[in-house]
């Protein structure tokens, strides 16, 4: 398969990838990602399409124009299934479906989640960010900002896929594969009559995906764990070719999934390290501060330490689950420590 690299957005263009796929690159305005690769998979039928892209005028016309660009109507779209419910995503399913007719499908787990977003009342999501903050021990500026922050919801979808599901996609053998850690029903794709894996978020060619988890302090979860298992099971996959989300196709998914899996494994050691050298417990947000980002702590900005402080929390609750930590329950926020070997 040919490799690619990536490059801003207003270089790139849609592409047909050969065997019935193509892709058409989706921007997200405003995100240093710069755009989603959506794929569109023909069927006799109609196309399929592989997530859909943010929810804006700017990506709907990128979207509607690029497939028309490689031949497609959108209103012959068959449906959408999408790799998981954020908003790059998710966020123009809901308009495809009302083009074309077609049906939207995602994880059993995720739609779950976008049915409780929906039902959220007013202010109840506020709330919950504005606790969930304190808990953590973050800055009032920051509880402030973050708080008041919340995305559109995507369409409800039509279908949930579990665990091994076939995509309804006439002619091609396109098989969910569920790899929670991003969100709890990220899946990746696997189309076996071509050795091919659409990878969504999960296995990224040179970044990682963001593994938080959220209240920070839940105790009955392991999102990293989760991920770490199922980069394992797309390993056990073979050496694929990658068709993900962002940036750029690449072969060999296994071995890509296996660098990512050291990535984390090393950052949880450093953590493990960094709170054996401190007597006292500390609460997730200071944990954070003192923990290696793609940028000094105070250069983030409210959203971006929201992020790595779920990121922080998620890494913290692995090493509780392996007994190297442990919580403890303070007055105002949840802190952690090392256990003594």
């Avoid at 490689?70 to 999408?82: P, Q, T």
């Avoid at 790899?179 to 040179?206: S, W």
């Amino acid at each position: 398969m040919r490799k690619t690299r990536r490059r801003p957005y207003a270089e790139q263009r849609p592409q047909d990838l050969g065997g019935g796929v193509r892709s058409v690159p989706v921007p997200i305005p405003g995100n240093p990602l710069g755009y989603t690769l959506v794929y569109a998979i023909e069927s006799p039928q109609g196309p399929v399409l592989v997530d859909a892209g943010w929810n804006h005028p700017d990506a709907w016309e990128a979207l509607s124009g690029g497939l028309a660009a490689l031949g497609m109507d959108v209103a012959s779209v068959r449906g959408v299934v999408v790799t998981h419910f954020h908003p790059d995503h998710a966020g123009l399913a809901g308009r495809v479906r009302e083009e074309s007719g077609g049906w939207i499908a995602m994880h059993e787990a995720d739609a779950a989640l976008v049915r409780a977003i929906h039902g959220l009342a007013e202010g109840e999501h506020e709330a919950f960010q504005t606790d969930m903050l304190k808990r953590a021990g973050a800055d009032p500026g920051d509880v402030q900002v973050v708080a008041a922050e919340r995305p559109q919801p995507p369409a409800r979808p039509d279908r949930e896929l579990a665990d091994g599901d076939l995509v309804d996609l006439p002619g091609r053998k396109l098989r969910a594969v569920h790899t929670p850690g991003h969100t709890p029903g990220h899946i990746c794709l696997h189309l076996e009559d071509a050795d091919r894996l659409f990878t969504g978020d999960h296995v990224l060619p040179d970044i990682t995906p963001h593994i938080g988890i959220y209240p920070y302090d839940r105790d009955d979860v392991d999102p990293l764990g989760d991920f770490l298992a199922s980069l394992d099971r797309v390993g056990e996959l073979g050496p694929l070719d990658a068709l993900p989300a962002h940036e750029w196709m690449f072969p060999d998914v296994a071995a890509r999934a296996a660098e990512i899996r050291h990535h984390h494994e090393d950052k949880l050691n450093r953590l493990a390290a960094l709170l054996a050298d401190r007597a006292e417990p500390l609460t997730i947000w200071e944990i954070a501060a003192m923990m290696t980002w793609n940028r000094p702590w105070d250069d983030l900005g409210p959203m971006l330490r929201g992020m790595a402080a779920g990121e922080a929390a998620a890494h913290l609750r692995t090493l509780e689950v392996r007994g190297s930590v442990r919580r403890v329950r303070g007055v105002d926020a949840v802190c952690f420590q090392a256990i003594e070997s």
